[in-house]
């Protein structure tokens, strides 16, 4: 088993968070906060390593979306990629990989100075200076990383702090005049190079960690301030599991059978007509536009029924509830199930919500409505989600009515499902793929174009980035994502790992290691947080992100960078580059 410097800090701070991550390999849906710790901190290094354009859009294509908030942080990242790539000495090499059958670690920056010795640079995006200054990070590295490389020698070490700014829009405050003061305020940090020495005590520390991890039978909750930024809170505090992801187990993936998507468009674009073409579905329709179509479908409506002279309210999310219970049961001919529209369901919830809560609106309990209605939502899409049927299709309206505001002042219409912002990405997390129908004059199309302002995204790789909206167009995507798990299947089964085969790159989490037996490459390549929200251990989330590229007709902000190549080695005893392995959108 190997061991990393965040494997360890995360069993120091919470026994039962190191058990999910570590031990059950429990995922949870990807972040959608614009101040994302895990996110910015991966757009710093994307941007020091392959330009500030190039980490920006690695920062943009992390989201299904961007709003106002997401222009916000990427000014900061602007202003401050270009200050640190100014002060750091040039030659080094980015994202040096320390891997053996122990220790699993990540180089930021290793910059060599001669002789066979290297100074080591360990970037991040903080104002915690005086609690990373505690960490055996770097020192755990130069341990291994010349236990690994007999002959060659890590001479100095650095932390890069760059300050984070986190300045709150006032209420009456328009946004051109908020991001003068976060310039402002950016023009006031100052980026810090600190180096620090060496001490071994650190790295026996580390190892008597280890031992206590390894001897470790319970795992205890451990309340403390760092569960504000922990993946699992809600379940762990709540006992909320919409979040997290089906279980890391061995599956046959020479095919995709279930199909998960979510459609949305102008009214009367065709979503409910594509729909329809899906073998044997039932509709669970709100808006009664069931006209031309020729499935079945339940009415997702307030029932009331009178009896004698009493009326009885059945209301419409509890109709809704009592459908997937039924489904749950399989007893039906159906294959595919239609939910037609979402944010119809989403609204029905809400008043659900009210009567069970005694308010009128959210406002009313502002404290915890808002999170109790989405938590009763999103519980309940998941029991959807998990139905054993071969498609699930979900339908919303698209909403143009809201504007993102680009750094120069102009104003780009953002086209995005019909559904609350918070809400809709979580959504996104759930679903294979998320497909735009577009409607030019009698041409329909279904579009996987996305950027920063058009929702989009989804698991699949997809190349044709609009296809006719039709069923057997759309079964091709799937054709094609099946191709290529094979492809990619056979091909891992053909390479036989090799015992000196190091993981290389990071992957959406802290740089952590994965599960693999001695002498065994990791299975995965794991990483380490590089920013964190204003605590000295952020906590972060794995997360997958594969959505497709950009679309011209609604200006994207950022363009996409080249990929950079991999450096070679200077001499033959250097330790060999790791180049970082990041997903573009649609990859």
């Not at 100014?86 to 990989?97: H, I, R, S, W």
């Not at 780009?412 to 990405?425: G, H, M």
């Not at 990791?522 to 950009?550: R, S």
Request: proline share 5%; hydrophobic share 35%; aromatic share 10%.
């Amino acid at each position: 088993m190997q061991f990393s410097h965040s494997r360890i800090e995360c069993f120091e701070s919470c026994a039962f968070k190191y058990k999910m991550r570590y031990l059950d390999r429990v995922k949870t849906l990807p972040p959608t906060n614009a101040d994302n710790a895990l996110l910015l901190g991966q757009a710093i290094h994307t941007g020091i390593e392959k330009g500030t354009d190039a980490g920006i859009q690695a920062y943009y294509d992390s989201f299904p979306v961007a709003d106002d908030a997401h222009v916000n942080e990427a000014i900061k990242l602007e202003y401050w990629i270009p200050k640190v790539k100014a002060l750091l000495p040039e030659g080094g090499k980015f994202e040096e990989t320390i891997s053996d059958k122990d220790f699993i670690g990540f180089m930021d920056y290793l910059v060599p100075v001669g002789n066979w010795e290297f100074d080591l640079y360990d970037f991040k995006y903080s104002n915690n200076v005086k609690n990373y200054l505690k960490s055996g990070q770097l020192h755990e590295y130069k341990h291994f990383f010349e236990r690994m490389h007999i002959g060659q020698r890590i001479r100095k070490l650095f932390f890069v702090f760059i300050p984070k700014v986190a300045i709150k829009q006032k209420k009456n405050e328009d946004v051109l005049t908020f991001r003068k003061r976060i310039q402002e305020a950016l023009e006031q940090g100052e980026i810090q190079i600190v180096e620090i020495d060496f001490d071994y005590t650190k790295v026996v520390d580390f190892t008597l960690k280890i031992k206590n991890a390894l001897e470790a039978k319970a795992f205890e909750k451990e309340p403390n301030y760092l569960c504000n930024w922990c993946e699992y809170q809600d379940y762990c505090e709540k006992g909320v599991d919409y979040m997290l992801l089906p279980s890391n187990e061995r599956r046959n993936i020479e095919s995709i059978t279930k199909k998960v998507v979510w459609l949305y468009g102008a009214p009367f674009s065709g979503k409910t007509f594509l729909a329809n073409k899906f073998p044997e579905p039932l509709m669970l329709n709100t808006d009664g536009n069931i006209k031309f179509v020729d499935s079945p479908f339940l009415s997702i409506r307030d029932e009331v029924k009178v009896e004698g002279r009493q009326t009885r309210r059945t209301l419409a999310w509890e109709v809704f509830k009592e459908a997937i219970s039924e489904l749950e049961k399989k007893e039906n001919g159906f294959k595919t199930i239609v939910v037609d529209l979402l944010e119809d369901c989403y609204e029905h919830c809400r008043v659900y919500m009210y009567s069970k809560l005694g308010i009128t609106h959210e406002s009313d309990d502002s404290f915890s409505a808002w999170d109790k209605v989405r938590t009763e939502f999103l519980s309940t899409l998941k029991r959807l989600m998990n139905l054993d049927y071969e498609n699930i299709i979900l339908i919303s309206h698209e909403d143009r009515s809201k504007d993102i505001t680009r750094k120069s002042g102009d104003k780009l219409t953002s086209i995005k499902p019909n559904l609350q912002d918070k809400v809709a990405t979580k959504v996104a997390g759930m679903v294979d793929i998320v497909a735009r129908v577009v409607a030019d004059g009698d041409e329909r199309v279904l579009s996987f174009k996305t950027n920063e302002v058009i929702f989009g995204g989804g698991r699949l790789t997809v190349t044709a980035k609009e296809i006719p909206l039709n069923y057997d167009s759309f079964m091709d995507v799937y054709a094609e994502a099946n191709s290529k798990t094979k492809q990619s299947a056979s091909g891992a089964s053909a390479e036989a790992p090799k015992k000196d085969d190091a993981p290389k790159g990071r992957s959406r989490r802290a740089k952590d290691e994965a599960k693999v037996a001695p002498a065994e490459a990791p299975a995965e390549a794991p990483t380490e947080t590089t920013a964190d929200p204003e605590t000295p251990n952020p906590e972060v989330q794995e997360t997958e992100t594969a959505t497709t590229e950009g679309d011209s007709s609604a200006q994207k902000v950022q363009e996409d960078e080249p990929k950079a190549e991999t450096a070679e080695p200077k001499t033959a005893e250097a330790p060999a580059p790791a180049t970082r392995q990041r997903k573009r959108r649609g990859e």
